[in-house]
């Protein structure tokens, strides 16, 4: 069945710094793929998404390419800030069948 | 419009108790889901709905929960027996349609304690 194996945390960084955070996918066809944003006390909002390979998705200065090749969807961004501070949560869903299926999410806290 | 909103925000409950959660979908979304998310087991899919009829409901954990959609703007999952297991934060969120890539909207949770 579809999987997600996504970077395993806590991660800290200092503000300003790079993040990377990894995801890797096992699916059958072409599915899309999503990065969500969970801060404390909410529920998951989707942060950016692509739907088909070399796709670029991007939203408040996170990046993520699909890769098919590598079958990978990380996540960046060049300079964090507090306020990025949260859990993140790689997904992907088939055509036809549009049930979510998430990775264990990723903590981040940056420090000032 | 207002998003997901689910009922009640925190749950406490005795274990042997019938519990009701409730969620109402973005109006115009044809699709709903519930979700149980929890330290150990992350975010797991328990039952969606598409057009009020559910679809896969391989994710329920066991007979004691059930989920309804009687209608397009309602929808309700329900514990009964409760037990203390169940305690977790149980999230609806709901989509336009089965696509494979529109993005599915969530409520702020339930948060569930069954002592």
């Known amino acids: 069945g579809d999987s997600v194996t996504q970077m395993e945390g806590p991660v800290t960084l200092s503000e300003e710094a790079f993040l990377t955070i990894n995801c890797t996918y096992t699916a059958t066809g072409y599915p899309s793929l999503f990065w969500y944003v969970q801060y404390p006390g909410e529920g998951l909002q989707l942060l950016l998404k692509a739907t088909k390979a070399d796709d670029k998705g991007s939203n408040k200065g996170f990046e993520a390419t699909y890769r098919k090749e590598t079958t990978s969807f990380h996540l960046e961004k060049g300079s964090v800030q507090v306020s990025d501070s949260a859990v993140y949560f790689c997904a992907l869903s088939n055509f036809g069948n549009e049930k979510l299926t998430f990775g264990t999410g990723t903590r981040l806290t940056i420090i000032p | 419009d207002a998003g997901v909103i689910q009922s009640p925000r925190h749950e406490v409950t005795e274990m042997g108790q019938e519990v009701t959660l409730r969620c109402k979908p973005i109006?115009?979304?044809?699709?709903l889901f519930w979700y149980r998310q929890t330290m150990m087991r992350g975010l797991e899919l328990l039952i969606y709905?598409?057009?009020?009829?559910?679809?896969?409901d391989s994710g329920m954990p066991e007979d004691r929960f059930s989920a309804k959609m009687p209608n397009a703007s309602f929808s309700t999952l329900k514990i009964q027996p409760s037990e203390p297991r169940d305690s977790a934060v149980y999230f609806c969120a709901s989509s336009l349609g089965p696509t494979g890539n529109t993005e599915a909207f969530f409520g702020q949770g339930t948060r569930l304690t069954v002592v």
């Open positions: 709905f598409n057009n009020n009829v559910p679809i896969d």
């Open positions: 109006s115009g979304h044809n699709s």
